[in-house]
């Protein structure tokens, strides 16, 4: 292993690194280092560094103090973080360890590198239960509900949603007449197939997709995926209960005016969508303006922006959650929130700079939306928003997120709003 630079380690990104200046408490360490190892974040793993710490200098620049510990102490640290990453982390840990020199010629610095594995490790401190621990910024905490599922979805301990059995439901609660139309949209259904054939065990559509039923090892009995029960089943919201959407309208620019309408639908994910569609499109509408030469025509909204928008709350959204999709229609603005955090690997700042990869919370629904041509299959969809609304003149997205959910604001072209003031004036006595 190269010598570490602690140097170098002060400029990078302090989510990779830890600075425990005294080690008041060795099971911090050891936290850490299983938090690095679960690597939630996917930044390869993390150091430790114990007897040194970052602070500014007079001028305001960082500034690295290496105080260190003394021989005894250094030796004290190491074996017990060694043995309690043996004996109280599962599976077991091996930091790599290195000291280095420090201010006073008396003490050395320790330092525990980290690299992430493959596993979900759990650490037990003291007679607490085990825990998970992930590394959020620049704190190690425990992961609990959305956090622990995405963790143990990462490394292979659980299953995503979409492809896990919805083991309250069998395949007799599939709508085999919606199943087959979805089939033949996507030209996958053959003249000597039943559509019942699709339903057995271990038949997948295509490689990238796992089987719409899977039978349980005991019983045999066919249970749908949660997939399949959001796409075909005869009553989705049964089994999935915040599987819905909510549309509103309010004619004013908040919710304190009387809403116009509100709309609770329920259904198949297809059929939300189809009926979204239909809502969003009436909000939409054409102004003229014969003094514009270059643009007479001016959408409120562009159609494939909303489109985007609706189907991208639609298929990343959490639906272990049960809130429902909202799209709320104003004078001004079209607001689509969808339940749950952003998808593991995708920041705020992705989606505002409109760099996102592609990258799909549920992957399963994913590929049937993309080959039914509802959904990027690219994750091109933040970047269709974005370039469509530009190219009809409307204001850019507006994209939020917090621990519950994620908001897409979709702005009205400002030629509407001029015009309904020049409405408003000329009725003023």
């Given at each position: 292993?190269?010598?570490?630079d602690l140097?170098?380690?002060?400029?990078?990104?302090?989510?990779?690194?830890?600075?425990?200046?005294?080690?008041?408490?060795?099971?911090?360490?050891?936290?850490?280092?299983?938090a690095?190892?679960?690597?939630?974040?996917?930044?390869?793993?993390?150091?430790?560094?114990c007897?040194?710490?970052?602070?500014?200098?007079?001028?305001?620049?960082?500034?690295?103090?290496?105080r260190?510990?003394?021989?005894?102490?250094l030796?004290?640290?190491?074996?017990?973080?060694?043995?309690?990453?043996?004996?109280?982390?599962?599976?077991?840990?091996a930091?790599?360890?290195?000291?280095?020199?420090?201010?006073?010629?008396?003490?050395?610095?320790l330092v525990?590198?980290?690299?992430?594995?493959?596993?979900?490790?759990?650490?037990?401190?003291?007679?607490?239960?085990?825990?998970?621990?992930?590394?959020v910024s620049?704190?190690?905490i425990e992961?609990?509900n959305?956090?622990?599922?995405?963790l143990l979805?990462?490394?292979?301990?659980?299953e995503?949603?979409?492809?896990?059995?919805c083991?309250?439901?069998?395949?007799?609660?599939?709508?085999?007449?919606?199943l087959?139309?979805?089939?033949?949209?996507?030209?996958?259904?053959?003249l000597?197939?039943?559509?019942?054939?699709y339903?057995?065990?271990?038949?997948q559509?295509?490689?990238?997709?796992?089987?719409?039923?899977?039978a349980?090892?005991?019983?045999?009995?066919?249970?749908?995926?949660?997939?399949?029960?959001?796409l075909?089943?005869?009553?989705?919201q049964?089994?999935?209960p915040g599987?819905?959407?909510?549309f509103?309208?309010?004619?004013g620019?908040d919710?304190?005016?009387?809403?116009?309408?509100?709309s609770?639908?329920?259904?198949?994910?297809?059929?939300?969508?189809?009926?979204?569609q239909?809502?969003l499109?009436?909000?939409?509408?054409t102004l003229?303006?014969?003094?514009d030469?270059?643009?007479?025509?001016?959408?409120?909204?562009?159609?494939?922006?909303?489109?985007?928008?609706?189907?991208?709350?639609l298929?990343?959204?959490?639906?272990e959650?049960?809130?429902?999709?909202?799209?709320?229609s104003?004078?001004?603005?079209?607001?689509?929130?969808?339940?749950?955090?952003?998808?593991?690997?995708?920041?705020l700042?992705?989606?505002?700079?409109?760099?996102?990869?592609?990258r799909?919370?549920?992957?399963?629904?994913?590929?049937?939306?993309?080959?039914?041509?509802?959904?990027?299959?690219?994750?091109?969809?933040?970047?269709?928003?974005?370039?469509?609304?530009?190219?009809?003149?409307?204001?850019?997205?507006?994209?939020?997120?917090?621990?519950?959910s994620v908001?897409?604001?979709?702005?009205?072209?400002?030629?509407?709003?001029?015009?309904r003031?020049?409405s408003?004036?000329?009725?003023?006595p």
């Open positions: 292993m190269a010598s570490i140097a170098e380690l002060s400029r990078r990104e302090s989510e990779q690194t830890e600075w425990k200046e005294n080690v008041a408490d060795i099971n911090d360490v050891v936290e850490t280092l299983s690095f190892a679960n690597d939630l974040q996917n930044l390869g793993g993390g150091y430790v560094v007897g040194a710490k970052e602070e500014k200098d007079a001028h305001g620049f960082p500034k690295l103090v290496r260190g510990l003394t021989a005894a102490r030796k004290e640290v190491e074996n017990t973080v060694l043995a309690q990453c043996r004996d109280r982390v599962s599976p077991p840990l930091p790599l360890v290195e000291e280095l020199e420090s201010d006073d010629p008396g003490r050395r610095i525990f590198l980290q690299p992430a594995t493959g596993s979900a490790h759990t650490f037990r401190r003291n007679n607490v239960g085990a825990k998970h621990f992930v590394r620049r704190s190690t992961a609990r959305g956090l622990l599922r995405d979805v990462r490394k292979g301990a659980l995503p949603w979409d492809r896990r059995p083991n309250a439901a069998t395949a007799n609660d599939i709508d085999l007449l919606a087959r139309d979805t089939l033949q949209r996507m030209e996958i259904t053959t000597d197939r039943s559509v019942e054939s339903l057995q065990g271990g038949i559509l295509s490689p990238f997709v796992p089987s719409l039923c899977v349980e090892p005991l019983s045999g009995v066919l249970r749908p995926r949660n997939y399949a029960v959001l075909f089943g005869r009553e989705p049964r089994f999935i599987a819905f959407s909510i509103s309208a309010y004619p620019l919710r304190t005016s009387p809403i116009a309408r509100r609770e639908i329920p259904g198949t994910l297809l059929d939300q969508i189809r009926r979204l239909e809502l499109d009436a909000e939409d509408m003229f303006d014969k003094t030469f270059e643009t007479p025509n001016a959408q409120k909204y562009p159609r494939q922006a909303l489109q985007e928008a609706m189907i991208n709350a298929a990343h959204r959490d639906y959650l049960v809130d429902p999709a909202r799209f709320t104003y004078r001004d603005r079209i607001e689509m929130v969808s339940p749950g955090p952003l998808p593991i690997g995708v920041t700042e992705n989606l505002r700079t409109g760099s996102v990869t592609p799909w919370r549920n992957q399963a629904l994913a590929w049937f939306l993309s080959r039914l041509q509802l959904a990027q299959a690219e994750g091109q969809g933040i970047q269709t928003i974005r370039s469509t609304m530009k190219a009809a003149g409307c204001p850019p997205p507006i994209f939020d997120a917090t621990e519950v908001t897409c604001i979709l702005g009205a072209h400002p030629r509407f709003e001029a015009i003031q020049q408003a004036a000329s009725h003023c």
